[in-house]
């Protein structure tokens, strides 16, 4: 399972104080409030900063973090991605998980014939769609509903599927 995950990519600097303007990768946007600490992925290294202050910008997140005193310094930020260790990741309910330990698994059908590859999810506001890439370059959409998802077993990377929803 990943140690990190992304929750958002700084897209441009806010204000000349050195914030940074945040597209978040959360369900929950209030999430930040909650954090103390990111890293943000920088030429190919994670660099830590404390968290000052946080403002909520309609969809998006501004951020002031320790040591980015200007919008110069804050510049050299756009395009990177924040992440967050996994202990410092909210604690899921029950039959929840994060996408990051997801994708990549093995979609196999309840017969166990495998489908494919989980490549994406996307959510659709009233449930989760799973993007299956098969082994001849096609895709196959899976609801995340109980009646399409029989199983989902993260250690093993695998999720068993209804077959009616593995057909082309």
Not at 3 to 23: A, D, P, R, S, W
Not at 69 to 76: P, S
Not at 134 to 153: N, R
């Amino acid at each position: 399972m990943k140690e990190y995950f992304e929750i958002g990519q700084i897209v441009n600097t806010h204000g000349l104080k050195g914030y940074v303007k945040v597209v978040p990768y959360t369900d929950d946007i209030q999430r930040f409030s909650e954090l103390k600490r990111v890293y943000i992925r920088y030429q190919k290294k994670l660099v830590e900063f404390d968290i000052e202050k946080v403002k909520y910008l309609k969809n998006m997140v501004s951020l002031k973090l320790a040591g980015i005193e200007n919008i110069n310094e804050a510049e050299k930020y756009k395009g990177c991605y924040l992440v967050i260790k996994r202990e410092d990741a909210r604690k899921l309910e029950k039959d929840t998980y994060f996408i990051a330990d997801l994708i990549g698994s093995r979609v196999v059908d309840d017969q166990e014939n495998l489908l494919g590859i989980l490549e994406d999810i996307y959510n659709t506001g009233s449930n989760d769609i799973y993007v299956v890439q098969t082994s001849d370059g096609k895709q196959i959409l899976i609801p995340a509903i109980k009646s399409a998802i029989y199983a989902i077993d993260v250690n093993q990377k695998k999720i068993v599927v209804n077959q009616d929803y593995g057909r082309n």
